[in-house]
């Protein structure tokens, strides 16, 4: 879709520059895609040099997209063999897209993959974890709480335990090769017992522990 972008670019450019023929659309269209072109460069060369092939760098290609969506469209509406070319590149690229291969490669994705695996034996609805990122389990329906809301709520939790609101309540940390720290710190009024361990990291390994 870029490429067929670019011929949109040169569709504005060669309109802008016919004489007696400068339509005012298409003079809108070429500022406009100019102006996001230079907006994707000083956007994407002021964060990590915008390589865009490193996975946490990729979604700075979302400012891309109104660049590729006016200067396509234009190509769409004046080069009819832009349909099938567009069509192709869709299709080749689908499989890669779906793939996710980039975003698969992210550290926090593995945890993530790794973490709902092992939370397949708990009910959901009736298990309470403790986490940096509760909005990410919230939505498969377990309970979650950051760290500083569970210090700080210490009776309030344990007591809804005992109450039966949830069965069990997790916490997932992470322990430091360095100096065995472990982070985010819990309350040490919260009694853990250590269910499962692994590496994901060369400079610490994921704990997940449950409150007797």
């Given at each position: 879709?870029?490429?067929?972008?670019?011929?949109?670019?040169?569709?504005?450019?060669?309109?802008?520059?016919?004489?007696?023929?400068?339509?005012?659309?298409?003079?809108?269209?070429?500022?406009?895609?100019?102006?996001?072109?230079?907006?994707?460069v000083?956007?994407?060369?002021?964060?990590?040099?915008?390589?865009?092939?490193?996975?946490?760098?990729?979604?700075?290609?979302?400012?891309?997209?109104?660049?590729?969506?006016?200067?396509?469209?234009?190509?769409?509406?004046?080069?009819?063999?832009?349909?099938?070319?567009?069509?192709?590149?869709?299709?080749?690229?689908?499989?890669?897209?779906?793939?996710?291969?980039?975003?698969?490669?992210?550290?926090?994705?593995?945890?993530?993959?790794?973490?709902?695996?092992?939370?397949?034996?708990y009910?959901?609805?009736r298990?309470?974890?403790?986490?940096?990122?509760?909005?990410?389990?919230?939505?498969?329906?377990?309970?979650?709480?950051?760290?500083?809301?569970?210090?700080?709520?210490?009776?309030?939790?344990?007591?809804?335990?005992?109450?039966?609101?949830?069965?069990?309540?997790?916490a997932?940390?992470?322990?430091?090769?360095?100096?065995?720290?472990?982070?985010?710190?819990?309350?040490?009024?919260?009694?853990?017992?250590?269910?499962?361990?692994?590496?994901?990291?060369?400079?610490?390994?994921v704990?997940?522990?449950?409150?007797?």
């Amino acid at each position: 879709m870029f490429l067929v972008a670019i011929a949109g670019v040169a569709i504005c450019t060669r309109r802008w520059n016919r004489e007696g023929r400068v339509l005012g659309s298409s003079r809108l269209a070429t500022l406009f895609i100019s102006l996001c072109l230079f907006l994707v460069v000083v956007v994407q060369y002021s964060y990590s040099e915008g390589n865009l092939f490193l996975a946490a760098d990729a979604r700075l290609g979302v400012v891309l997209v109104p660049f590729i969506a006016v200067a396509a469209t234009i190509a769409l509406k004046e080069l009819p063999l832009a349909y099938p070319i567009a069509a192709l590149i869709v299709a080749l690229n689908m499989a890669t897209a779906g793939a996710n291969e980039k975003g698969k490669s992210l550290l926090l994705y593995r945890e993530y993959a790794s973490h709902l695996d092992f939370l397949k034996s708990y009910p959901k609805g009736r298990t309470l974890v403790i986490t940096e990122r509760p909005g990410m389990y919230v939505v498969h329906l377990y309970g979650a709480v950051d760290f500083n809301y569970a210090n700080n709520n210490y009776d309030d939790l344990t007591q809804g335990k005992a109450r039966h609101l949830y069965k069990d309540i997790l916490a997932i940390q992470f322990v430091h090769y360095k100096d065995k720290k472990v982070t985010p710190a819990l309350d040490s009024r919260y009694q853990l017992q250590t269910l499962y361990e692994y590496q994901n990291s060369a400079e610490y390994y994921v704990r997940i522990s449950k409150v007797n």
